[in-house]
């Protein structure tokens, strides 16, 4: 692609690089003049004008970001949608929930072709939501060696996917300290944080039980609860693997797998498996809506992305979330 300063005389054909006042209107940056157009600038008293044009081998603008669009979204399950071009740029969204699962190297290799070719993308395991942007192309030159536009176009075929939900149906049980005939103020608020986010998910709540705080008695819920998921939120904070809940998806004949997380909030949450299904133990800070490291392991564990140690210790690096107003032992104390 050329670019620069020329005469009024040899613009015809190219591409304006920036906008021009005309008479009572505008030409805009990124139109093709035409023979109108030149007039209406010598009309406006310039004799030059500054545009690009491009090479028999470069493509334009939108054309390449239309390419590019194409090739993230044209798996059939991939799970996203390109929008429509314009100004060298073509956005990607979600077509549903789900987590955002990227190829890093292949993006960042397409990144390195050419810097006229850009993708933008939200960070790995990003939650998603139907409509929410995942992705922008832009291009960001008038043109580009259509070669480049397809090399880049080749290495993005699959490299941005949306992982849908997998499982459908939850369980939550609920210890308090005092179990009575009304549920408490912190028994409701939790159920109700919790249910907010399977919903997000797809996933439906399908049984809440209420228990004493104590193994015994929660082991028991567990056995007989259904669901492809079982969620555990204990009264007082799960603070050692011997804790209450954890010892209670032994006593129900699973496992736990993983006590705590470099994750903050989210320090407290534990993982584990029982009749099949995984548990996880929930941290308080699932109460309110701010987030925190059960939101990362939730969405993953429900859209079938492996969650493990490794997975789990990899989540320190960017793991200090903002605190909610509401957390009864901050980080700081001001004095």
Request: hydrophobic fraction near 45%; glycine fraction near 12%.
């Amino acid at each position: 692609m050329r670019f620069g300063d020329v005469p009024l005389a040899q613009a015809e054909g190219a591409i304006l690089a920036h906008s021009q006042a005309v008479g009572d209107g505008q030409l805009r940056k990124g139109m093709v003049l035409g023979a109108a157009e030149i007039e209406a600038l010598r009309d406006a008293g310039h004799d030059r004008v500054t545009v690009a044009r491009l090479d028999p081998a470069d493509c334009d603008e939108n054309a390449a970001a239309r390419l590019l669009g194409a090739a993230i979204t044209g798996a059939r399950d991939c799970g996203l949608r390109a929008g429509a071009a314009g100004t060298g740029r073509v956005n990607i969204y979600a077509t549903g929930p789900g987590v955002l699962s990227l190829d890093v190297e292949r993006i960042e290799a397409a990144n390195r072709i050419n810097p006229m070719i850009t993708l933008a993308t939200l960070p790995p395991h990003s939650p998603l939501s139907e409509g929410r942007m995942v992705a922008t192309v832009k291009i960001i030159s008038y043109g580009v060696a259509l070669d480049d536009a397809r090399r880049a176009a080749a290495l993005l075929e699959g490299a941005l996917l949306r992982a849908a939900p997998r499982l459908r149906r939850a369980g939550l049980i609920v210890t308090e300290m005092r179990p009575g005939a009304e549920p408490s103020r912190l028994t409701v608020k939790g159920r109700a944080a919790v249910e907010a986010r399977l919903s997000a998910l797809g996933v439906a709540l399908t049984e809440c039980r209420l228990t004493a705080h104590a193994s015994a008695p929660i082991a028991r819920a567990l056995s007989d609860m259904g669901g492809e998921l079982a969620l555990i939120l204990t009264a007082s904070a799960t603070s050692d693997p011997a804790d209450v809940a954890p010892e209670a998806v032994r006593l129900a004949g699973g496992r736990v797998d993983r006590f705590g997380m470099p994750v903050d909030p989210g320090n407290l949450l534990f993982l584990g498996e029982q009749g099949g299904r995984p548990v996880i133990g929930l941290p308080g800070c699932v109460r309110a809506p701010t987030l925190n490291g059960a939101d990362w392991v939730l969405e993953r564990i429900v859209c079938g992305i492996e969650v493990g140690d490794a997975q789990i210790a990899q989540m320190g690096v960017g793991g200090l979330l903002k605190e909610g107003p509401q957390r009864p032992h901050p980080r700081e104390r001001r004095t």
